[in-house]
């Protein structure tokens, strides 16, 4: 089985095109992308509404910005792990993999500081089955040839 990109496309089509890969590659790849979208969507504008705060409390507006910053960093991270997680990197896959626990350690530490929110619980399921997907037997089949043929056109 051959996971190839197919003929020859433009920059933000072969970004996005997900053609010749297992389903289960294709899923976990639109699950990291848009959950890093919207991960840097939201830090950006939670940084952004976070701003009013420096009249008020100028120490707790800089950890909250600095906080949202850090969450839109995280989330642009994660759409270029998804991307190449897609072109068959492994590194990518374990650090998504590694990202998905992070998540379960942040949902297990708010809901301890009893700051959590169901939003925290709903990311981390969300990431573990975009993470389980990545290690499905097709999935390590994807990742096996795409390896291969990297070692076969190195030589």
């Known amino acids: 089985m051959s996971y190839t990109s197919g003929p020859r496309q433009g920059v933000l089509g072969s970004l996005f095109s997900v053609a010749g890969r297992p389903t289960e590659i294709k899923v976990s790849f639109w699950i990291w992308l848009i959950g890093g979208i919207l991960g840097m969507l939201g830090g950006l504008l939670g940084m952004l509404a976070s701003l009013v705060l420096f009249s008020a409390a100028p120490s707790t507006a800089a950890a909250v910005v600095t906080l949202m910053l850090l969450a839109a960093a995280v989330g642009v991270v994660q759409m270029v792990l998804a991307v190449r997680m897609k072109a068959g990197r492994n590194w990518a896959r374990l650090a998504l993999t590694a990202l998905s626990g992070a998540t379960l350690v942040l ?47 190195a030589e």
């Open 107 to 153: 949902a297990v530490a708010n809901g301890a500081m009893g700051v959590g929110q169901a939003g925290n619980w709903i990311a981390f399921l969300i990431s573990l089955v975009a993470a389980v997907l990545l290690w499905l037997p097709a999935s390590r089949a994807y990742f096996a040839a795409a390896a291969a043929q990297r070692n076969t056109s």
